[in-house]
């Protein structure tokens, strides 16, 4: 089984289109992340949910919002995409840190947007 | 408050070291490492908690210098299979996610 898994895994889109990501995790850890891996391979945090509650937001746009119908998923919705948005998306989870990063953190296998 | 990495690149023949060095300008309370090969998900390695707890594979090795907010990776006799992006993350500020450094690739060929 796979431990975190994201769907689609290849997403080619026009620019001003709504898209979606899917991820869910068979781990039961209680906080998920996005990330996001821009050409040059630096991975930023988007989001993170802990216990279906946001508990950061990046300085990313507002055209991005994650959706966690429950703890084992952390969707992500994406409005009027633009060229800048192609990179790979990863979703992660971790177990509930208390505050701390002291255990490891699973990575789905990544979702490539391409937005032309 | 991204981790520094350094170095950038190492290209390395099957047998060598490698050293991979991360460094924060703030105070740590762990520090992790990750793996990442060409086109995959990035992949835990160790992470090293103040204090000098370790979590992670047996043959990797790494330090963890608290008063210099420092971390090193050692990897020794290096195999093909080491090949990949090397990254180190250490805690956002609220301490609810990993801010990655950009990374170091390191080639390992035969």
């Known amino acids: 089984d796979t431990a975190v898994s994201q769907t689609p895994k290849y997403l080619v889109t026009q620019m001003g289109n709504d898209k979606s990501i899917k991820c869910e995790q068979n781990l039961g850890h209680d906080t998920m992340y996005w990330y996001k891996q821009d050409s040059k391979k630096f991975l930023k945090i988007m989001f993170s949910?802990?216990?279906?509650?946001?508990?950061i937001n990046e300085t990313v746009p507002n055209r991005f919002s994650p959706k966690s119908p429950d703890k084992a998923h952390l969707n992500l919705h994406i409005n009027s995409l633009e060229l800048g948005d192609s990179a790979v998306y990863f979703c992660a989870s971790s177990q509930d840190f208390r505050g701390r990063m002291n255990t490891e953190a699973f990575f789905g296998q990544g979702t490539r947007l391409t937005v032309v | 408050q991204q981790p520094v990495q350094s170095p950038q690149a190492v290209i390395l023949r099957e047998g060598e070291d490698a050293v991979i060095n991360c460094s924060s300008s703030?105070?740590?309370?762990?520090v992790h490492w990750y793996r990442q090969k060409h086109g995959e998900a990035p992949v835990f390695l160790m992470i090293l908690l103040k204090g000098g707890e370790q979590k992670g594979h047996e043959k990797i090795s790494a330090s963890f210098n608290e008063k210099k907010q420092q971390s090193s990776l050692y990897l020794t006799a290096s195999q093909l299979s080491y090949s990949g992006t090397y990254f180190c993350g250490t805690e956002n500020q609220a301490g609810t996610a990993l801010i990655f450094g950009k990374g170091t690739t390191l080639s390992v060929s035969s």
């Open positions: 703030k105070a740590l309370y762990s």
């Open positions: 949910y802990n216990n279906k509650e946001l508990i």
